[in-house]
């Protein structure tokens, strides 16, 4: 027996593929719930007879996405920007990458990158929290309470 984990969704398409299988929901109930068409059911359904719960987990887990950038290249950017640019925000690096360097990377990428190199802080880490305290104003029932009118 193998412990598998897996995601809210996998697990609601769990249920919904064993009620099929006990014949407790129709495959029309089944598409619907699963938001699938008619054909994707049947595959899960025949994957889910073959290889049990593992199947509904994705093969995607814990690899790259496809649209991530080489290492080489977040190397090359960041010593530019350690060299060059070290005091500057990752919208204004991203504008001199692209205008000077021609290198076209996303701000949002480069925030992150920033941030794991330790040369950005997001927001929430720069700025100081300063709450000043209030005194609590009376209401005007309560001061009339008080003043016995």
């Not at 919904?16 to 619907?32: F, K, Q, S, W, Y």
């Not at 949002?108 to 609590?136: A, C, F, N, T, Y």
Request: proline share 5%.
């Amino acid at each position: 027996m193998t412990v598998v984990s897996m995601s809210a969704k996998e697990f609601s398409r769990l249920e919904v593929l064993m009620d099929l299988e006990a014949r407790r929901v129709t495959v029309r109930d089944a598409c619907g719930l699963l938001r699938l068409k008619r054909r994707q059911v049947f595959r899960l359904l025949k994957d889910f007879r073959a290889r049990g719960a593992a199947s509904l987990i994705s093969q995607r887990r814990s690899k790259p996405g496809n649209n991530r950038l080489p290492q080489p290249v977040r190397d090359l950017v960041m010593t530019l920007i350690k060299e060059r640019y070290a005091d500057f925000g990752p919208t204004l690096v991203a504008e001199k990458l692209h205008e000077v360097h021609d290198c076209r990377v996303s701000r949002e990428i480069l925030r992150k990158w920033m941030i794991e190199d330790g040369l950005w802080l997001d927001r929430r880490r720069r700025l100081p929290s300063v709450h000043q305290p209030r005194i609590p104003r009376q209401c005007t029932w309560c001061r009339e309470q008080s003043s016995g009118i």
